[in-house]
């Protein structure tokens, strides 16, 4: 029997996250807070069907996409468990896209209604044909002015909830299809038994909702127990969460290895910062160099709690785990995923040996939408190919140690080096380019580009390139370095040799 199967077929996420606290006489505790406002469980769960009730008022059915592109806030809160309450199917968006992005994936998901802050999004320019644009305040005012729904909308406990959309190795947009249980089973999983979240916690995220790490960090492991989730719609510069930290005293914090480096620079250059509130500090999204857990644990006393999750996954699966962390390791795997390191054949390997991460588990999405062929070459019953290439050591732990494909992960986000480099050769002087992870100062891996002009007497300097890039593409896809070279490795048929590049890039 699957986990999931142990809760009952009638199940709604919104309801087990936000209304079963006032169900169960928790309304007064404090869901959100967010830009020095409060909100309880009690006040969430009214907005939260006062929405739904909104949403149908609006004709959005069961099983209809509605997109978020929001920041970190109330409105953002109200929005997706109002759309799983209505029994809709949320769609958060990466804030930090292009029109053109928003375009693809708005028409790819379908969406009827696009709530769109203008100053992130145009939401009319971007929407497709029939497809209602809110923003925030008339998301509001709608909530204050509809009478709630009395109930949650009866979900079957494996219908869709939500769409994450990743990014392909073309940059191409990729929806994950969430259901019903999926956050369930990761609060089962790691909420309850790596991290113990309990009601008194405080949990901030540097990484936001829209991402498949900061939706559980700060929204469904806290909501889970009835705790406390901060919420901050501005850039998470290193001082801005310092005063995060210092104003509302989180007690679990979530980041990605390149905000940790950026955050002890910052220390180093004489910054405040007070983590004495922080019982656990977490990162993912990309491998998190020894030197920086080092430095971190010198600085503030804390452990950072490395662990791998996938958006295909919904999050962590393999952990370090409080008092036996291995600097530089994933640790092990979560209770409840089961994982498998195999070779070329799918036969699994020794201790040692490097190959191919599956992985298990009942949190794991149903599909990427309208990509079947994607959907079957990744998913093998109920395992899941994770594209990383693994080595397990004789104690039990995992070692990160790559990807299968050229992906590369910056500042935690996936990153093609196939977009990159189209956006570089529409450049008049780009006769063609290759773009390789390079190791920054820190061990992290940034964007370099190698760059063949069309001709020595037209040559653009770097950071015009950088920012023809910046302009077309989300910014944190820009090539942090340029090399102009002769010409690039080819193999005989023509192919790129990325692995030439990324050996001279080491050099
Ligand atoms: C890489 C890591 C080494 C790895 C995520 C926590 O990152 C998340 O999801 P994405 O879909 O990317 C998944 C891929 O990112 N990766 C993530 N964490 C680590 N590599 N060490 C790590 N600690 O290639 C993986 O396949 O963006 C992270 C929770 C939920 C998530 N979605």
Not at 69 to 87: I, M, Q, Y
Not at 88 to 115: E, F, G, S, W
Request: aromatic letters at 10%; one cysteine or more.
């Amino acid at each position: 029997m699957r986990a999931a199967d142990t809760l009952p077929a009638q199940f709604n996420a919104a309801q087990w996250f936000v209304g079963r606290h006032v169900a169960q006489g928790n309304g007064e505790r404090v869901a959100l807070v967010s830009n020095g406002e409060k909100l309880t469980y009690a006040q969430l769960d009214d907005e939260v069907r006062r929405f739904a009730a909104a949403l149908e008022a609006q004709g959005i059915h069961r099983g209809e996409r509605v997109a978020i592109t929001l920041p970190d806030s109330r409105a953002w809160s109200v929005a997706f468990w109002g759309a799983l309450a209505a029994g809709a199917v949320a769609v958060p968006l990466n804030t930090l896209l292009k029109a053109d992005d928003y375009r693809a994936i708005l028409a790819d998901c379908d969406a009827r209604l696009v709530i769109a802050d203008p100053t992130i999004v145009d939401g009319a320019a971007v929407a497709p044909s029939g497809c209602t644009v809110w923003d925030a305040a008339h998301l509001l005012e709608q909530v204050g002015r509809t009478t709630p729904r009395a109930d949650y909308q009866q979900t079957h406990r494996d219908a869709f909830a939500f769409f994450l959309y990743s990014s392909g190795t073309t940059g191409e947009p990729k929806g994950v299809v969430h259901l019903h249980h999926d956050p369930w089973i990761c609060a089962r999983t790691y909420g309850e038994r790596v991290l113990d979240v309990r009601p008194d916690d405080r949990a901030f995220s540097i990484a936001k909702l829209f991402f498949a790490y900061g939706l559980g960090n700060a929204q469904y492991f806290p909501m889970d127990v009835g705790a406390a989730c901060i919420l901050f719609a501005g850039r998470p510069t290193p001082l801005a969460v310092f005063e995060q930290v210092a104003l509302y005293r989180p007690t679990l914090f979530f980041g990605v290895p390149t905000a940790y480096a950026q955050m002890l620079a910052a220390m180093d250059a004489g910054a405040e910062a007070d983590f004495s509130s922080v019982r656990a500090c977490v990162s993912a999204g990309e491998s998190l160099p020894a030197p920086i857990f080092e430095r971190w644990k010198e600085r503030t006393g804390l452990e950072i709690l490395d662990g791998i999750g996938s958006t295909e996954i919904c999050h962590i699966f393999l952990t370090n785990e409080f008092g036996a962390c291995r600097a530089g390791s994933s640790g092990k795997p979560v209770p409840g995923y089961r994982v498998r390191i195999v070779d070329e054949e799918g036969h699994d390997v020794e201790d040692e040996a490097t190959g191919d991460l599956l992985v298990e588990g009942d949190s794991t999405m149903a599909l990427y939408w309208n990509k079947h062929e994607r959907t079957k070459a990744v998913l093998d019953g109920s395992w899941i190919r994770t594209g990383d290439k693994y080595r397990r050591d004789a104690d039990g732990y995992y070692w990160h140690a790559g990807r299968s494909d050229d992906m590369l992960k910056v500042g935690g986000i996936w990153v093609s080096p196939v977009e990159v480099e189209a956006a570089l050769t529409a450049h008049e002087a780009v006769l063609e380019c290759a773009v390789v992870g390079h190791e920054d100062q820190d061990g992290l891996i940034k964007p370099h580009a190698y760059v063949v002009l069309k001709s020595p007497k037209q040559a653009p300097t770097e950071s015009e390139l950088q920012l023809f890039v910046k302009e077309r593409l989300a910014p944190y896809k820009y090539p942090r370095w340029v090399t102009i070279v002769d010409g690039l490795p080819k193999t005989a048929t023509g192919k790129i040799q990325r692995f030439h590049l990324r050996a001279r890039s080491r050099a």
